[in-house]
């Protein structure tokens, strides 16, 4: 069975520091999705990454994708408070429709 | 161009009652999910469509769940005989095919009393 783990689960940072989210998976994977949900809201697709090595840079966001280690990391510089959100990443396993998801990481970015 | 959009936005039934949940998604997006969202929780699969073929429907809790598809149009989300634990944001997501990322509606928020 496909299982996905983020951490960590909750994050409190201060603005202008940096720190990274962790997302291990357990099976061979099609491709790598990060999201982004605000309190209240549905969620946004940050990134798709789909093969080795794989890096994605959008904004203070930066994803990237080891799939020999079965890893993926979210790295945020210089956190601003906009930033504060739970941030998930998702999986699809190879040849198979059940997307799974990590169980967030609730990020708080104090100023 | 218009999102994924879901209805109702909040529900709140009796325990025992049916309800359906509407899920309108992007024109031509020919692959269609169903997620449950517990609070405080990550998405849980429900079911997939892609186009005509046959849905998965292997993340489907019970089988009080059901959902329909008619080509790649609407779908529907029908719970009978609802239970508390079934209160949850219910997502519906529409991509263009499996692979692509998923486009997420805003949820219906379902409360059982």
């Known amino acids: 069975e496909l299982k996905v783990e983020q951490n960590p689960l909750f994050l409190s940072m201060q603005e202008g520091k940096n720190y990274t989210i962790y997302c291990n998976y357990s099976?061979?994977?099609?491709?790598l999705y990060w999201y982004r949900q605000d309190p209240g809201k549905s969620l946004e697709s940050l990134f798709v990454l789909l093969s080795n090595g794989a890096v994605k840079q959008e904004g203070r966001l930066m994803a990237s994708l080891d799939t020999k280690a079965r890893l993926s990391t979210l790295h945020i510089t210089a956190a601003v408070h906009d930033l504060s959100a739970t941030y998930f990443c998702a999986v699809t396993p190879y040849n198979n429709n059940d997307m799974r998801f990590g169980a967030g990481t609730r990020l708080t970015v104090k100023p | 161009g218009a999102g994924v959009s879901q209805s109702p936005s909040n529900k709140v039934t009796e325990k025992g009652k049916d309800v359906e949940l509407r899920c309108d998604p992007i024109?031509?997006?020919?692959?269609l999910y169903w997620y449950r969202q517990r609070l405080g929780q990550g998405l849980e699969f429900l079911i997939y469509f892609q186009g005509n073929s046959a849905p998965d429907k292997s993340g489907l809790p019970s089988d009080r769940f059901s959902a329909e598809r008619t080509g790649e149009s609407v779908s529907t989300l029908t719970i009978q005989r609802t239970q508390q634990e079934d209160s949850a944001v219910y997502l519906c997501a529409s991509s263009k095919d499996r692979l692509y990322e998923q486009y997420f509606g805003p949820g219906t928020r379902l409360t059982v009393t």
């Open positions: 099976t061979t994977s099609d491709r």
């Open positions: 024109s031509g997006h020919t692959a």
